[in-house]
């Protein structure tokens, strides 16, 4: 029963909370005094936003310079670059908002179809999804009767919840939330897009590629190494990473413009 007691302080509550930002571990002393708690701060947990931050800020910087220099290495006039500009700005922010929402949702839409199963599953044939727990319990290295002892606890608590986190993998984390992220690429988007556009707006025209290609590259390099911060990831590698991608993006749409030559 001890052995139990310990498991439920312990092993069980790592199981429930293993997706959380902040875990603890309670370590029980033999002299009766107070446990000694262990805490672990991880960053999985901003996954989600961090993604979709990422992804629009990145999209709003690449595609609004590389916009503006293929537009303007076709020597056109400053008001028509701006002109363009704005409009990629908002073509792309609803485009992306657009394309997060429908995406985000066949996501959330998978999810709640597996849930009603899964509902219906333990509605119908409790015990079996019992045994079923206690043998993903197995499988993580938990003796028989610890994991049916684990299986039963947990069920008793949140069957569905149990079954969805350990079984399917649905955590509260990683659950499709398509309103947020529909909003915040958008919003990522616009506030990247912006950046480009106010330097061709501040640059004098005879200095707006390079001006527009230097800063649009260095607001890439800023926005890796925020990015891997957050992340806990390496910065420089980070930065380096959206700056290749980024001058290569502007290399081609520039080449185009001057290639072709049209002059609205």
Avoid: C
């Amino acid at each position: 029963m001890h052995h139990l007691d310990q498991a439920t302080r312990s092993g069980i509550f790592m199981t429930s909370y293993s997706f959380k930002a902040v875990k603890h571990f309670y370590k029980l002393p033999s002299d009766g005094n107070k446990p000694m708690i262990h805490t672990e701060h991880h960053r999985s947990h901003r996954a989600g936003w961090l993604r979709a931050a990422v992804l629009g800020a990145n999209d709003g910087i690449v595609s609004t310079s590389s916009l503006i220099l293929g537009v303007a290495a076709a020597s056109t006039a400053q008001s028509d670059i701006l002109l363009a500009g704005i409009a990629g700005l908002v073509a792309g922010g609803m485009s992306m908002a657009a394309g997060e929402y429908v995406s985000v949702s066949s996501q959330a839409d998978i999810e709640n179809a597996d849930l009603d199963i899964e509902r219906k599953a333990l509605a119908e044939h409790y015990e079996l999804e019992q045994e079923e727990l206690a043998a993903i319990y197995e499988t993580r290295g938990l003796t028989p009767e610890l994991a049916r002892q684990v299986a039963d606890q947990l069920m008793t608590n949140d069957a569905l919840g149990a079954h969805a986190r350990d079984e399917i993998g649905i955590t509260d984390i990683s659950q499709a939330r398509p309103l947020q992220a529909a909003l915040s690429s958008a919003a990522t988007f616009t506030t990247g897009a912006l950046l480009p556009l106010l330097v061709a707006w501040w640059a004098p025209p005879p200095l707006l590629i390079p001006l527009v290609a230097l800063f649009s590259l260095l607001f890439l390099a800023l926005l890796g190494a925020i990015a891997a911060r957050v992340g806990g990831a390496p910065i420089l590698k980070a930065a380096a990473r959206v700056m290749f991608w980024g001058a290569l993006a502007m290399a081609l749409t520039s080449a185009i413009g001057r290639v072709f030559g049209v002059v609205a």
